[in-house]
């Protein structure tokens, strides 16, 4: 595929190979991009912006809801290429699919709901006689920065919304796979002149750097790794930002929860894209007395899992993203057993796949449960009562989401009081979302929110205007 600036394709001789990780062939090459690319792709984005600015908001609804309407008849199509660059199963892929026209319904219809308010001004001192109203104006040039997991939602909930707010996007994909990406961004540029809607692909150092030290980008919309986050937060300078870093999400059953719920959410979340999501179920924190039932439970319900060809509209476990992935969960792993956790099912690895794994006894301190992660595995760590629970929910650096399992009203209140994380479910694993809530994270796992109306509003600026009527 080719790159797209200012309304033209552009290829590069230098190209890098999207790999399969279900069979390792070759999906595609996109090009690698230089410095002088980078460039030209935030000149072309600052240029336009007096182009998406003359648009009305009723013009902006009727642009992305035919572009929503395009994303709907190329569904089948980029799902499939989902499934090829990334090793998601295609059911999930179908889903993705689904939530991304969702979101994009929900910011053609913010685009309608961007409103100001009426100031007091009279209320201060010298205010008298002075009216002022408040408007919210586009930032200008937002760069979106997504990752491979949700190669097409990721980016949507930061285009989409950008767009509806009137600003001019670049989006840089991940190098795993930007395919499926780079399709979204083409059907939204169809809808609105050059140069609003871009695309850059190459190296994430060099592109990124370029993205956060020139001044004519106003904005940096993030999804990803702890590390690059951090390096974003310290070199974009005055830009606004938004990180999404992941997390080490803990789901809590306690000892009055409807079990085989808890069993059921758990598989879901554990085992979701194989384990490669940022509000997956990263921690099963379990109240003692009810320990042995949900491990019986939860090994008997992995073991139904099928891994295969994620093509198959049957399998449920696909392959992960490479090999350096299933390296790296199979040395956390091997570490937690070496440690005295106990291998419950699963532990099986072969080329790009790792099996559903269930681990019981895993201790808070394991580099398993210490650190993020992002593969399908099980950690059941038990707690002898409520108060041990969320003590070991919080030991994290990390708090997007938190799921708890529990009938009692008055642990539900305060577990979602005192588990420090983004967002909080009962009776619902972290895994939880809808493409309208507010998303985002407490510590490590970032800043500012998702959403689409939460994201409109981190995409605006505040004008005051103000009339002196004596």
């Known amino acids: 595929m080719e790159i797209l600036i200012n309304g033209k394709h552009i290829s590069k001789k230098e190209t890098m190979d999207v790999i399969n990780p279900y069979n390792n062939s070759i999906v595609d090459t996109i090009p690698i991009a230089n410095k002088e690319d980078t460039v030209n792709a935030i000149n072309s984005a600052n240029k336009a912006k007096y182009k998406i600015t003359s648009l009305s908001s009723r013009e902006i609804y009727y642009r992305l809801s035919d572009a929503c309407d395009d994303l709907k008849e190329n569904k089948d199509k980029i799902a499939k290429i989902i499934t090829q ?58 760069a979106a920065i997504t990752p491979f997991n949700y190669p097409v939602n990721l980016a949507i909930h930061k285009l989409a919304p950008a767009l509806a707010a009137r600003n001019t996007v670049i989006l840089k994909p991940s190098r795993e796979a930007p395919l499926s990406g780079l399709m979204l961004a083409e059907i939204l540029a169809n809808h609105f002149p050059d140069g609003v809607v871009n695309t850059i692909t190459g190296q994430g150092s060099l592109i990124g750097d370029i993205l956060l030290s020139d001044d004519n980008v106003d904005k940096i919309s993030f999804t990803g790794s702890v590390p690059v986050g951090k390096h974003i937060a310290n070199n974009s300078g005055m830009k ?71 093509m198959d509209k049957n399998t ?68 002898k009562d409520i108060d041990e629970a969320i003590q070991i929910a919080n030991n994290t650096r990390y708090g997007l989401n938190a799921g708890v399992f529990t009938e009692n009203i008055h642990d539900a209140l305060r577990c979602v009081n005192q588990i420090e994380a983004g967002s909080v479910f009962v009776n619902k694993a972290s895994t939880f979302r809808t493409d309208n809530m507010p998303f985002g994270g407490f510590k490590n796992s970032g800043v500012g929110k998702e959403g689409v109306k939460y994201a409109v509003e981190s995409m605006c600026r505040t004008k005051l205007i103000g009339f002196n009527l004596d």
Do not use: H
């Open 85 to 142: 660059e990334t090793g998601k199963p295609i059911n999930g892929s179908m889903y993705e699919l689904d939530r991304s026209i969702e979101t994009l319904k929900f910011a053609a219809e913010e685009s309608k709901r961007i409103y100001g308010e009426n100031v007091p001004i009279d209320a201060g001192l010298g205010g008298e006689g002075v009216i002022a109203f408040t408007k919210k104006i586009p930032l200008g040039v937002v």
């Open 316 to 383: 449920d476990i696909g392959p992960l993203i490479n090999n350096k992935s299933v390296e790296k969960i199979d040395n956390a792993v091997q570490d937690a057993i070496e440690k005295g956790a106990t291998l419950e099912f699963g532990g099986k690895l072969k080329d790009n796949f790792y099996w559903p794994t269930v681990l019981s006894g895993v201790q808070e301190d394991m580099e398993l449960v210490s650190n993020e992660t992002f593969g399908p595995i099980a950690p059941i760590i038990e707690a």
């Open 240 to 310: 606004k930002v938004t990180l999404e870093l992941g997390g080490n999400d803990p789901t809590v059953i306690l000892e009055d929860a409807n079990i085989d719920k808890a069993v059921s959410e758990v598989v879901n979340g554990a085992y979701l894209f194989s384990g490669q999501v940022c509000m997956g179920v990263k921690r099963v924190i379990v109240e003692k007395s009810i320990i042995d039932e949900f491990t019986d439970k939860l090994v008997k319900q992995s073991s139904k899992l099928k891994v295969g060809n994620p």
